[in-house]
């Protein structure tokens, strides 16, 4: 029925699934600033209290392969840097929250300074290194 | 219920064989027998995951939770269906286009341990209205 188009297909769909890969495999839990309006969160919005210096708010869905890793992340990260606190909120049951602030993927992190303004946004598991630098960048800012 | 990474990855591989001959070969045949091993993969039975466990004996170093996988698994027999039916109806774009996105998600999975089906979770329930 198709000839050569298959197997065109086929290659087509390879290359760019390797420059995708490549591009996630750098890109996938980078801390970014956060774009467009300011964006800032309240305990109530969270359902816990704001850390004093900055706090971590985790949005994680029951089928998310890297939310447990993430988790072990930032609870290091909390344990580490006092006045930090992390947050889990899952996804699924807070779907207003996840629609205003334009969450796609779980894990995503956001950093968010002393008075809950969102600073940084991480989409895919972060680094541990990344997370600390962007925790510095929340309390210095 | 928890899975070895391994067989995952493994199954993954498999997969992304399996699909790119479905393109190569033009086989429909082919494409129904991967939307069974998805359906049973769906179902906590992968038939790639047997044969890696028939293969490999040493135990795994972590174990990982197996709904993600499960539910990337159901995503993928949605495309394959979705393929079938270009097949059934001889609409070529929608064979091919359905099966080579499931190529591209088992490549993914394969190559760089992405699961972008599990991705799709989220994005599937933030365009559902809320039901609970």
């Given amino acids: ?141 | 219920m928890q899975v070895d990474p391994r067989a995952l990855r493994f199954a993954a591989i498999l997969t992304s064989v399996v699909l790119a001959l479905v393109l190569i070969l033009d086989s429909p045949w082919l494409l129904a027998a991967q939307a069974v091993v998805f359906a049973l993969g769906a179902a906590g039975a992968s038939p790639y995951g047997m044969i890696f466990k028939g293969i490999v004996k040493s135990p795994p170093g972590e174990l990982e939770d197996a709904g993600p996988p499960r539910f990337a698994q159901l995503v993928g027999l949605a495309f394959a269906l979705v393929g079938l039916v270009g097949y059934a109806t001889q609409i070529t774009p929608l064979a091919l286009g359905a099966t080579a996105a499931a190529l591209f998600a088992a490549f993914l999975n394969a190559a760089f341990g992405f699961c972008l089906g599990c991705e799709m979770y989220l994005i599937i329930r933030r365009l559902l209205p809320a039901a609970r």
């Fill in chain 1, 1 to 141: 029925m198709t000839g050569m188009i298959g197997p065109a297909v086929a290659a087509a769909t390879l290359a760019v699934a390797v420059l995708v890969g490549v591009v996630l495999r750098r890109r996938d839990g980078v801390p970014r600033e956060a774009r467009g309006a300011v964006e800032r969160l309240t305990a109530g919005d969270l359902g816990a209290e704001l850390g004093e210096r900055a706090t971590l708010v985790q949005f994680s869905s029951a089928f998310c392969q890297p939310c447990r890793a993430t988790r072990r992340i930032l609870t290091e990260v909390t344990d580490m840097v006092p006045g930090v606190a992390h947050v889990e909120i899952d996804a699924e049951s807070r779907l207003e929250l996840v629609r205003s602030l334009n969450i796609l993927r779980t894990p995503t992190v956001l950093v968010l300074d002393r008075s809950g303004r969102v600073v940084k946004r991480a989409s895919g598991q972060p680094r541990k290194a990344d997370v600390i630098a962007a925790l510095g960048a929340a309390v210095e800012g």
